[in-house]
T-cell receptor, first 113, second 110 residues
Framework: NAGVTQTPKFQVLKTGQSMTLQCAQD?????MYWYRQDPGMGLRLIYY???????DKGEVPNGYNVSRLNKREFSLRLESAAPSQTSVYFC????????????FGNGTRLTVT | QKEVEQNSGPLSVPEGAIASLNCTYS??????FFWYRQYSGKSPELIMF????GDKEDGRFTAQLNKASQYVSLLIRDSQPSDSATYLC??????????FGSGTKLNVKP
């Protein structure tokens, strides 16, 4: 059981380049999330998808787009990368229910030069 | 903006002592509360959750929730060097929307 799988694990981009971070879960979860984590700032919600076909902005959505491709997959796209987007990105998922915890992928470490 | 506040630490405790980690949250509509542990360079892993006022125990861990004071805490008994990590408090607001504190770094000294 793989859980939440993120690709790639590491990426270096130049300013202005674009890329898509991929995330897939095999737990039949309804909700999926993208967070970024910067030193001393905890996890900040970028976008989330409460169910297949819906997406909503989180705390820091500017500069990002998302696609909930199907129930399993939720991708995060940077159209024109900026140095301020250097961070560790985590995808997470959870099932329905207020006590359902988030399950995290292993993260993508992105550096924008 | 839903705020979740934690003392960044580091909190240093000797091996075998009780470590007490605290978290406050701003939104009274928050419904459930989670504690995650994160080792350096790794992803967060769930320790436990709580949604009712009072205490909830799981092994060496006890979560405490006081909704009137908007306060949640995690106690770690018999702290071990392997407990040294950053502890993240997460608040579930409005069904499946999670906000995190910035984390408290715990150092357990042998």
């Amino acid at each position: 059981n793989a859980g939440v799988t993120q690709t790639p694990k590491f990426q270096v981009l130049k300013t202005g380049q674009s890329m898509t971070l991929q995330c897939a879960q095999d737990m039949n979860h309804n909700s999926m999330y993208w967070y970024r984590q910067d030193p001393g700032m905890g996890l900040r919600l970028i976008y989330y998808s409460a169910s297949e076909g819906t997406t909503d902005k989180g705390e820091v959505p500017n500069g990002y787009n998302v696609s909930r491709l199907n129930k399993r997959e939720f991708s995060l796209r940077l159209e024109s990368a900026a140095p301020s987007q250097t961070s560790v990105y985590f995808c997470a998922s959870c099932s329905k229910g207020i006590n359902s915890p988030l399950h995290f992928g292993n993260g993508t470490r992105l550096t924008v030069t | 903006q839903k705020e979740v506040e934690q003392n960044s630490g580091p909190l240093s405790v000797p091996e075998g002592a009780i470590a007490s980690l605290n978290c406050t949250y701003s939104d009274r509509g928050s419904q459930s509360f989670f504690w995650y542990r994160q080792y350096s360079g790794k992803s967060p892993e769930l320790i436990m959750f709580i949604y009712s006022n009072g205490d909830k125990e799981d092994g060496r861990f006890t979560a405490q929730l006081n909704k009137a004071s908007q306060y949640v805490s995690l106690l770690i008994r018999d702290s071990q060097p392997s407990d040294s990590a950053t502890y993240l408090c997460a608040v579930n607001y409005n069904f499946n929307k999670f906000y995190f504190g910035s984390g408290t770094k715990l150092n357990v000294k042998p």
